[in-house]
């Protein structure tokens, strides 16, 4: 291939197609929710988790968002292990999905991954085009 105005070779960047995957793309590729059991069953006790560097891609101009993700739960029998939320929380930044969408998505593998006695999702993203958005979504187990 050449440049039209040199015709000198142009170099070829290589893509991700020959290129190996990298270690982190892989374990957010093969990542799930994990939990593990909760060592105080019976107990009432909030869990607040703070996930400042989340991002997904806008459904309608791809452009990128991003947000913090605040969780806050009291557990059940289960409680959601840390590296694989952070994981599952990196799975999004490729995605093209609404601010709404993502917060109840979130809330809705949460709740099948652990199933908490309560839990809120906050999506607070950051503004663009002088637009400022906070989804909120909870469930509280019947």
């Known amino acids: 291939m050449t ?3 040199t015709e000198q ?4 960047a290589e893509t991700n197609s020959t290129q190996e995957i990298k270690y982190g793309e892989r374990e957010i590729q093969a ?3 994990i939990t593990f059991p909760n060592p105080r069953i019976g107990r009432r006790y909030h869990i607040n988790i703070t996930l400042p560097e989340f991002t997904c891609k806008c459904p309608f101009s791809g452009y990128p ?3 913090t993700i605040d969780v806050t739960y009291i557990p059940d029998q289960r409680v959601v292990e840390l590296k694989a939320l952070k994981l599952y929380i990196n799975s999004y930044r490729d995605r093209y999905i609404s601010h709404e969408e993502s917060a109840n998505q979130i809330l809705d593998d949460l709740i099948a991954a652990c199933d908490p006695l309560e839990i809120t999702v906050k999506a607070d993203f950051t503004p663009r085009g002088n637009v400022h958005t906070v989804i909120e979504a909870t469930h509280t187990k019947s």
Not at 9 to 12: F, G, M, T
Request: proline share 15%; charged share 15%; aromatic share 8%.
């Open 3 to 5: 440049h039209p105005s």
């Open 9 to 12: 070779p142009l170099a070829v």
């Open 31 to 33: 990542g799930r929710l």
């Open 65 to 67: 968002d991003f947000a």
